[in-house]
């Protein structure tokens, strides 16, 4: 559903991604693990055609994403769904208005059958009671399940997740978790979740790929990663301060 080959990036003189390549099944969640700074997020940018690679091709359901027309790259767009680690929901809208947002824009359907899609999204991530009120005046899960409703309006094809429980506590980390692997599940949707969170990582991966100086140096089911004998590996998942990561 998505392939990467030999992309690279360079950003302010650094390169980010460095000849970078792998691929992502369709129906398969995904998961990218890293320190902060790695290329995780511009990873998914390049996926969701937001960044345009220095050299390298990315591929999305067999289509060339990268060096295509503003038309190509919007319909390719069609298919995806981005989770911002911040929610980005607008703070003037209710929860409901944001959630119906994209379906209103592009007038997709008639009021009545967005108020259906909307309400359907509203219950499936425990949204209801919070249908009226602001941003400014919900929790951080809140947020990200608003975020989340607001892209599965659209049926998407793939998800993207940045960070998708980072600053939530354990048991709304849990229900996260739970929709992500519910939504692989019922619908098949191919997931890419970004998360510094491993226990995150283990209940949603199907495979889990580390990525260290712009490159991936492992990628395997959970079991494996959790069991590994790759030094950089060992050192970020148990975090450790004694191993070859440079913490300066």
Known sequence: MI???NVT???????VLNNLSF???KGETFVIIGRSGTGK??????IAGLLEPDSGQILVDGEQMNGISKSQRDRLREKIGFVFQSGALINWMTVEENIALPLLEHKLYPIEEIKRIVEEKMELLQLTSAR????AEISGGMKKRASLARVLVRNPEIILYDEPTSGLDPVMSSLINTII???KKDYAITQIVVTHDMDSAYAVGDRIAMLYDGTIIQCD???GIRNT???IVRQFISGSLEGPIDIL
């Open 229 to 231: 004998n790759n030094p």
């Open 132 to 135: 009226d009120k602001m941003p």
């Open 23 to 25: 691929k992502v099944e």
């Open 41 to 46: 997020t511009v990873t998914l940018k390049h």
């Open 3 to 5: 392939e990467f080959k």
């Open 221 to 223: 089911e959970p079991e």
């Open 181 to 183: 692997n519910q939504l």
């Open 9 to 15: 990036k360079i950003l302010s003189g650094t390169k």
